[in-house]
């Protein structure tokens, strides 16, 4: 198995680190609203392609910017990040935070995207599925949200959490209100997602208690060429629960 | 040291709705989503006849001020608007100072905050105080999401800027800020008060906010954290004052006091203890999650507060008479505790809770009027020599 090489780099004044991986055609993978698992699992995508993962600004390793107000600016955040790697056309892979982030910069960059997989993506508002308030969401009850799986934490975040732990929890949660706290989706993305006219894959974990599966149907009947997974017995964390999930979207990919 | 000749006393009200459902401790929060089922109007109504009653009392007992504040979805306060409550204290009130101390400029235009303030003070004929509060957390979680708690401060900030300039710059004016922008800044009416009547803001302790109080012109007053820590505030307040080369006034800082008065300790503690507790256990109950949404402190700030025990609802008397103002004694045992506090924060500024939590009307009543005859003489007198009794007596007697 392939493992990261770490990169700190200046973007626009807003110190981000990356993670690459492996050789090939670029696949930038964009995480969600919690780095708490890590990024391991997605190491498998490095056997096939060269795996790109940005560590948003205002997450883990990367510094802040307080002057993020939207998804848009991290679509922008983006488009200089991939400036200063030299990469132009590109696959992209978005989960939940990410897959909203991957759905908006895609709709900009229509050409750049080769191919586009969309986990869990959030973003969409679907009144009659709606996406569970995560701020609302008690810090005890918000693990066995994220998954049934629980053994999926074990090694990777203390247990009790310490004080290091909760703080960096507290600065995740700060940076997804900076672009989440008025509205958990953009209104206006229903609008523009024909645009996404690249192949995409809609993948989901069928109990998923965060943003519910049933929101695959919405996003599928907005996208021209949408093809959609759901996954039995997998939650929000559909990732990092069963390998399956990954090899799904590396062949999707390839 | 002294005490100062000018000492002030406002009664200050947070008007609970003392009422809670018997199982209420099975509850996390009496703020933000304690189910307003448990909220009855006809009940409501009783309590503000009760409670207005005691201001009115307040008023003519000789207080200088009566104070009340705002806060949101919850029963730790009935004044959702405090400036409405303010406006029905001018016409039954005649010599104290109507103090909002007050309105989260943040939940409102603050060209309206700016126009409700002079109103009231208008109406009152020059006899209001305003305090600028951020507003609490809670206040973020139960107000419309698109106030954003990481960018509260600055926001915050802004707002103070577009009420000054509406009272202090002759309109019509533009404003062009980050939050807001007028084409035409112009409040009818500008305050009685010139230039402007005096200005607190409310803090917690954080240097930035101590600063921006010192540089405004302001004064300062602290919430909810120890006496030491609130005495280290004061000093800060003091130096930066000093250093932009001004002197602040002895009513520049203010304490806050909780306290019940009986003839003896003994029938104070019996009589007084179990509302005060009553008012930390109940209605300060709130888990960490709504104290700080995410981004309303930085992430070092949270790091301190989360290192710290959440206090909210956990009271023991022990501690509370520690790091807090709390005394229930006879008025000679309140006096004393009161002249040191004043004396070590050097100001002349006290605001009294003499309601808290579940607290009858008859105690009330006892408490501010026992205060107003036994206890504020007694200060006055170690203030300033040779001058009598003081005012409270004076006006007592003319009002009864």
């Known amino acids: 198995m392939p493992s990261f090489e770490r990169q700190e780099l200046d973007v626009n004044g807003v110190k981000t680190v990356v993670l690459s991986a492996g050789s090939g055609e670029p696949v930038v993978f964009l995480h969600g609203a919690g780095t708490m698992t890590g990024f391991d699992f997605a190491l498998p995508l490095a056997e096939r392609f060269r795996l790109i993962v940005p560590i948003h600004p205002g997450y883990s390793e990367s510094g802040d910017d307080p002057s993020i107000s939207s998804v848009h600016d991290y679509v922008l955040h983006y488009l200089d990040l991939l400036d200063q790697l030299g990469i132009d056309s590109l696959r992209l892979v978005g989960h939940s935070l990410g897959g909203w982030m991957a759905a908006s910069f895609a709709i900009e960059q229509t050409k750049r995207v080769e191919k586009l997989a969309l986990v869990s993506p959030a973003g969409l508002r679907v009144p009659e599925s709606p996406t569970a308030d995560l701020f609302s969401i008690p810090p005890e009850a918000l693990l066995p949200a994220l998954t049934e799986n629980l053994e999926i934490f074990e090694g990777k975040i203390p247990n009790p959490p310490d004080l290091d732990f909760i703080v960096a929890r507290y600065r995740e949660s700060a940076s997804f209100a900076q672009v989440a706290w008025e509205r958990i989706y953009d209104p206006k993305l229903s609008k523009w997602l024909h645009r996404l006219t690249m192949p995409t894959l809609i993948l989901w974990g069928a109990k998923d208690q965060i943003i519910p599966a049933a929101q695959a149907d919405a996003w599928a009947r907005l996208i021209p060429e949408a093809q959609v997974k759901v996954l039995p017995d997998r939650g929000h964390l559909v990732l990092e629960e069963t390998p399956d999930a990954l090899a799904v979207i590396g062949d999707f990919l390839s | ?400």
Request: net charge negative; with cysteine.
């Open chain 2, 1 to 400: 040291m002294a005490l100062p000749p000018d000492l002030q006393f406002y009664f200050m009200h947070f008007m609970p709705y003392a009422d809670l459902p018997e199982d209420h401790a099975k509850y996390e929060s009496t703020w933000v989503d304690f189910p307003n089922k448990f909220y009855d109007p006809v009940k409501g109504k009783k309590f503000y006849d009760r409670y207005f009653a005691e201001m009115v009392l307040a008023d003519r007992v000789g207080f200088d001020g009566l104070v009340v504040n705002e806060h949101h979805s919850s029963p730790y306060n009935m004044m959702q608007s405090a400036t409405m409550v303010a406006s029905a204290l001018v016409p039954i009130t005649s010599r104290a100072k109507i103090c909002v101390f007050g309105t989260p400029i943040n939940l409102q235009y603050p060209n309206r905050v700016a126009e409700e303030y002079a109103l009231l003070d208008v109406m009152s004929g020059g006899r209001t105080e305003f305090a600028f509060p951020l507003g609490t957390g809670m206040e973020y979680w139960s107000n419309a999401t698109s106030l954003i708690p990481s960018t509260a401060r600055a926001r915050f900030r802004e707002g103070i800027d577009v009420i000054l300039q509406a009272w202090e710059q002759e309109g019509p004016s533009t404003f062009d800020g980050e939050f807001y922008s007028y084409r035409y800044l112009n409040s009818w009416p500008t305050p009685y008060q010139k230039p402007r009547p005096k200005c607190y803001i409310v803090g917690t302790g954080s240097p930035q906010t101590i600063e921006l109080a010192a540089e405004l012109g302001f004064g300062y007053s602290v919430v909810f954290i120890p006496i030491q820590a609130q005495l280290k505030t004061f000093e800060a307040y003091r130096a930066k004052t000093q250093q932009l080369g001004r002197t602040a006034a002895a009513d520049d800082v203010c304490i806050m006091v909780m306290a019940y008065v009986a003839d003896t300790d003994e029938e104070a503690l019996a009589e007084g203890k179990e509302h005060i507790l009553y008012y930390f256990d109940n209605m300060m109950r709130v888990p960490p999650r709504f104290l700080i949404p995410p981004g309303y402190v930085t992430n070092e700030e949270f790091r301190k507060r989360a290192a710290a025990a959440n206090v909210h609802g956990t009271a023991d008397w022990d501690t509370l008479t520690a790091n807090s103002r709390v005394i229930c004694g006879s008025p000679e045992t309140v006096a004393k505790a009161i002249e040191g506090w004043v004396e070590e924060a050097g100001t002349s500024r006290v605001i009294c809770n003499l309601h808290l939590g579940d607290m009858p009307h008859w105690k009330t009543v006892k408490n501010l009027t026992l205060f107003a005859e036994e206890v504020i003489p007694r200060l006055r007198k170690a203030g300033v020599s040779g001058n009598g009794a003081g005012r409270p007596a004076a006006v007592t007697a003319a009002a009864s």
